[in-house]
């Protein structure tokens, strides 16, 4: 099992960025595809990226289109932590954002909120325009 906190939301005018992170616990971190998910009021809740167990020139990241060329998923799997760099925001970007955690290959867990067994609290982003 893991425990997952996220950080980083606030309010951010369109174009701006804002960095999310997310805390894992435990020393399985490396075990885990994480992902990032998002929810906007009155909405299902969506995928926005997910990185492999390991980065390498073999596994790598998946991103919803949405936020292709903008997010940058990243993970530090010696400091047990997760980040999501997001650029060019937009207003329709608002949201809450999830960390997320997966026992399943990326190549499995894809962008599948139903295959991520872990989920964090959520951390509140707000873009205005």
């Known amino acids: 099992q893991v425990h997952l906190v996220e950080s980083g939301g606030g309010s951010v005018q369109a174009g701006g960025s804002l960095r999310l992170s997310c805390a894992a616990s435990?020393?399985?971190?490396?075990?885990?595809?994480m992902g990032w998910f998002r929810q906007a009021p009155g909405r299902d809740r969506e995928a926005v990226a997910a990185i492999d167990r390991v980065t390498d020139d073999t596994h790598g990241a998946l991103y919803a289109d949405p936020v292709k060329g903008r997010f940058t998923i990243s993970r530090d799997n010696a400091k047990n932590t997760l980040d999501l760099q997001m650029d060019s925001l937009k207003p329709e970007d608002t949201a809450v954002y999830y960390c997320?955690?997966?026992?399943?290959?990326?190549?499995?867990?894809?962008?599948?909120?139903?295959?991520?067994?872990?989920w964090g609290q959520g951390t509140q982003v707000t873009v205005s325009s």
């Open positions: 997320a955690a997966s026992t399943h290959d990326l190549g499995i867990a894809g962008l599948l909120a139903s295959l991520f067994r872990y």
């Open positions: 435990g020393n399985t971190y490396g075990r885990y595809c």
